[in-house]
């Protein structure tokens, strides 16, 4: 919130900062689902890659 104030981005964290503010639960909401559904793909990635890159995580043949 601070570096979009400061440089005047419009962002997520304002906009939940507004959204709160004004009691605009549809926005909370849907927000945090975006950020858990990034954070839910993001660690799937991670551990697609970990299996690429250490091989003893792959599986016997």
């Not at 900062?17 to 709160?20: E, G, K, L, V, Y």
């Given at each position: 919130i601070i570096i979009e104030n400061v440089f005047y981005l419009p962002g997520l964290g304002r906009l939940i900062?507004?959204?709160?503010t004004q009691r605009d639960l549809i926005v909370v909401e849907s927000i945090v689902m975006l950020l858990v559904a990034a954070v839910i793909l993001i660690n799937l990635l991670v551990d697609f890659s970990y299996a690429i890159v250490d091989p003893r995580l792959r599986g016997r043949q």
């Open positions: 900062f507004q959204a709160i």
